[in-house]
């Protein structure tokens, strides 16, 4: 319909009055946003618009780019970083409210404003995988309706502020893989709905609190790879609803509480890489739902219940380094669903029995090494699905089974008395003095294989330098050897050798990783010895060949070069192994960052060794299933320095003073020589003097 000519004038010059505002006009209001005023304190989504205002805030804080006017944050979006939910009341108002606050996994490198506690109705709050930085507000404790509060894998940093415990609603608190300190606030005891308490891979040390006891809903509680230390509280034993326990990697001390025999609900029960003592419980096998047991790396002693090889569900079953002990595996065992099975360092005793290759045929992982175990490998291992075999350091002998080679990715058979081996393969030197041996051989090296290289001596010499996982170089006034292969065994002949044992658990990892360098962009001298570093799963030995007897002092370098950035969380890893010399443990449980006061410092100790005739010098160093489980767990050595604490002489002339000997005695004809013709000279001029 044409509009009349006495109105189309009005009407044009309105337009050139307002401009966009004359749009406005006439536009839907939903499309654009109501505008905030004292008058109208809503937005198009009838949401507050103080609410608004904050959560705009918040969002550029968290790194995102601040949302236009027009946005709808109750509607679905198709932005893949940061989503909302929002909830009305259409009963007792006509307004909404933020709901729920998500971040999709999208590296904002933002902070936590404290206006997130402006938004009271929230339920849920999920800004994990964000590498966010600074400090949880202490206003977060004003969101009492929140449910879910997940701020995991970011790089948090302060304490765990006790306002938390003032979230009554709260049923998740995931905070784990953060850099956090200081204790776990007793007043997380209050959140009575929790039923995940997540708070692993932080740096949250002091006790246990007693009060967790109380969270009588939990069914996961998460405190692995922390520094937590003290006794484990009696009172977690009332938690019966708890389906995960999972400690391990912290400090703890003492015996496993009388009172967990109630925790009969766990399917995972980890306490690896403490230093808990005494017995394991014979109650842990009424634990009938468990699938994952750790009790690798403490202080335990006696044998492991023989009930626990009762667990049909048992999935994946760790124990290693049981003191004072000698048992047998049982006469039956019915661990029909294991995976990984790890009895490590337990003083194992007798035959491997058919029963785990007849039963266990799900079996992928079997490690038995460093025991007492002794008869041949039973063929019917062969029915087990096995892709990783570790038996080393055992008393196994027979011949090895061909299927080994065939069907394991990795098979450890090192330093038993298996009676024939395959031909050793010997390659040319890749750098100059050196001799590579690499074996194909799973039952090579052994100590007979050790000891005949010891006796392969065409000279004595009286001090050794190495380099670990580094190439030749000059340090402290000495000329270090590389130490640069990439094969679990290396020897330089009538020299030295190394020997790595061990495996990975969780991962598969190629022997050409067991060489380190320092993170790049740490400034190092050029002729430090702790750029690089040789480590290994379990077990790294270092042989001394064809030194002369006595006594020597052994200098070892450390340093932590892997386990040192925070990007990726590993510099919250811990490394501890021991540390044996001539078969004498002279380290216990060594912490190389605490020794060294922080990652890629050097840190260096002396020893004194005596070294005879028969024998090699063995420096041997250990995992004993202590600190971290991580990926890149271990022993790590820097570099080795072997010199004597006697005269190298002994008696006798040395090089320098037989080379003057030889010099002296090659000029002595001439100096008498010329003695005689001086005094001959003096002679005739005295005469002289007589006659005149």
């Not at 009538?494 to 380190?516: H, L, M, P, Q």
């Not at 002279?586 to 912490?591: A, E, F, G, Q, W």
Request: with cysteine.
């Amino acid at each position: 319909m044409a509009v009349p000519f006495f109105l189309s004038v009005p009407l044009l010059l309105l337009l050139c009055q307002h401009g966009s505002g004359f749009n406005k006009l006439f536009s839907d209001p939903s499309s654009e946003g109501s505008p905030c005023s004292q008058e109208n304190p809503y937005t198009a989504e009838r949401l507050p618009c103080a609410e608004v205002d904050a959560l705009e805030n918040i969002i550029v804080k968290l790194g995102f780019q601040k949302p236009s006017i027009s946005h709808n944050y109750c509607s679905p979006s198709d932005d893949k970083s940061i989503s909302f939910e929002c909830g009305c009341n259409e009963s007792t108002s006509n307004s909404c409210h933020i709901t729920s606050l998500v971040t999709h996994r999208m590296p904002s490198h933002g902070q936590i404003d404290e206006r997130l506690s402006e938004l009271t109705h929230l339920n849920k709050i999920d800004l994990s995988n964000n590498q966010l930085h600074g400090t949880i507000p202490e206003s977060l404790g004003k969101l009492t309706r929140l449910k879910t509060l997940n701020l995991g894998f970011n790089l948090l940093s302060g304490q765990i502020p006790p306002t938390l415990g003032n979230l009554e609603a709260l049923e998740t608190l995931d905070l784990q893989a953060n850099f956090l300190n200081d204790s776990i606030p007793p007043s997380l005891g209050k959140l009575m709905n929790l039923t995940t308490l997540s708070l692993s891979y932080n740096m949250l040390s002091g006790r246990i609190p007693k009060e967790l006891g109380n969270l009588l809903n939990l069914t996961i509680l998460t405190l692995s790879e922390n520094r937590l230390s003290g006794y484990l509280p009696q009172e977690l034993g009332k938690l019966r609803k708890l389906e995960q326990l999972s400690l391990h990697s912290n400090n703890l001390t003492g015996r496993l509480p009388q009172s967990f025999v109630n925790l009969k609900s766990l399917h995972r029960f980890t306490v690896s890489g403490n230093k808990l003592s005494g017995e394991i419980p014979p109650f842990i096998a009424n634990f009938t739902k468990l699938t994952h047991l750790y009790l690798m790396g403490n202080d335990f002693e006696g044998e492991l219940p023989p009930r626990i090889f009762n667990l049909s569900g048992l999935e994946e079953l760790m124990v290693s380094d049981l003191k004072n002990t000698s048992f047998r595996f049982p006469e039956i065992g019915n661990l029909t669903s294991i995976n990984y099975l790890v009895l490590r360092n337990c003083s194992l005793t007798g035959g491997i029995p058919d029963y785990i290759g007849n039963n266990w045929t799900s079996l992928e992982y079997l490690d038995l090494s460093f025991n007492d175990l002794s008869g041949s490998i039973p063929q019917s291992l062969k029915k087990a699905s096995l892709e990783r075999l570790l038996l080393t350091n055992n008393k196994l002998n027979g011949s090895i089974p061909p299927w080994i080679l065939d069907r394991t990715d990795k098979a450890d058979l090192s330093y038993n008395n298996f009676a024939d081996f395959i031909k050793d393969n010997i390659t040319n030197p890749a750098h100059r003095d050196s001799t590579e041996v690499k074996t194909l051989d799973p039952g090579k090296p052994n100590m007979d294989s050790i000891l005949a290289l010891s006796k392969k001596c065409t000279s004595k010499h009286h001090s050794l330098f190495i380099n670990c996982g580094g190439a030749r170089t000059n340090a402290e006034g000495n000329p270090y050897d590389e130490d640069l292969s990439t094969e679990t065994f290396f020897s330089v002949p009538g020299t030295w050798a190394y020997s790595c044992s061990g495996d990975f658990i969780f991962t598969t990892r190629n022997s050409s990783e067991f060489v380190k360098s320092m993170t790049s962009g740490v400034s190092v001298p050029q002729e430090s010895l702790h750029k690089t570093a040789r480590f290994c799963p379990v077990s790294l030995t270092y042989y001394g060949f064809c030194l002369r007897k006595g006594s020597y002092t052994v200098k070892l370098h450390f340093a932590e070069t892997i386990y040192t950035r925070d990007e990726y969380y590993s510099s919250l890893g811990t490394r501890i192994f021991d540390v044996y010399i001539q078969g004498e443990r002279k380290l216990k449980d060594l912490n190389i960052i605490e020794m060294a006061k922080g990652p890629n410092v050097e840190w260096k100790t002396n020893f004194t060794a005596i070294v005879d005739d028969d024998n090699p010098l063995e420096i041997h160093f250990f995992w004993a299933g202590k600190g971290s489980l991580r990926i890149l767990n271990g022993p790590l050595v820097s570099a080795i320095s072997v010199t004597p604490n006697f005269d190298v002489n002994d008696g006798k002339l040395s090089a320098s003073q037989i080379a003057g000997i030889t010099i002296g005695c090659a000029f002595a004809p001439l100096l008498l020589f010329v003695f005689v013709w001086r005094m001959r000279l003096l002679g005739n001029r005295e005469l002289r003097g007589e006659t005149i």
